[in-house]
């Protein structure tokens, strides 16, 4: 039996990552040999962009559920690669507002039949593999029921139920 699935939800965290890693770099490759210059990293900040624009920083994180600071960091690396600019937010000068540039917009328009094929190709997958149709779901679930009750809560609770402390 392969080490990963023997140690069940033990290495739950690492699964998921190492299947994620494996997609990007997949995708990245996918990228690369339409001779496109994307990171599969990109696609969540661009997708929001390709939705609407300008989109303050801070929604963009909202919208990711990730910390202002990953998606500052994401921005200022794409506006080093002329992709994206700011602006001061006309209401609040302290919020940025985040848009493509023009070279950003040309590169959107090159990765979209991309985005589309890899739908495509993930439904053929899920298709022919009965089990995996239910893994966005399933990962839906799981997502919200660590938001209602962090894991770390979780765990704390089994250690104490199954493991008291000794006085």
């Not at 696609?43 to 910390?67: G, H, M, N, R, W």
């Not at 994401?74 to 023009?102: E, F, I, N």
């Not at 997958?125 to 770390?152: N, W």
Request: glycine residues 4%; contains cysteine; hydrophobic residues 40%.
């Amino acid at each position: 039996m392969s080490f990963y699935p023997s140690l069940g939800f033990l290495v739950f965290g690492s699964r998921l990552r190492r299947l994620s890693e494996y997609f990007l770099m997949e995708v990245n490759k996918v990228y690369e040999q339409a001779g496109i210059p994307f990171d599969a990293s990109w696609f969540p900040v661009f997708y929001v962009l390709s939705k609407q624009q300008p989109v303050p920083l801070i929604d963009i994180a909202d919208t990711l559920e990730i910390s202002h600071s990953a998606v500052s960091q994401m921005v200022t690396s794409l506006r080093k690669k002329g992709l994206v600019k700011t602006a001061p937010c006309p209401d609040d000068g302290r919020r940025q507002l985040v848009m493509l540039t023009k070279k950003g917009e040309d590169l959107l328009q090159q990765v979209q039949p991309i985005w589309t094929a890899i739908s495509g190709a993930m439904t053929q997958l899920t298709a022919s593999h009965k089990q995996s149709r239910q893994i966005l779901d399933a990962i839906a679930q799981v997502e919200q029921a660590v938001q209602q009750v962090p894991l770390s809560a979780r765990i704390t609770t089994e250690l104490v139920q199954t493991h008291p402390i000794q006085q």
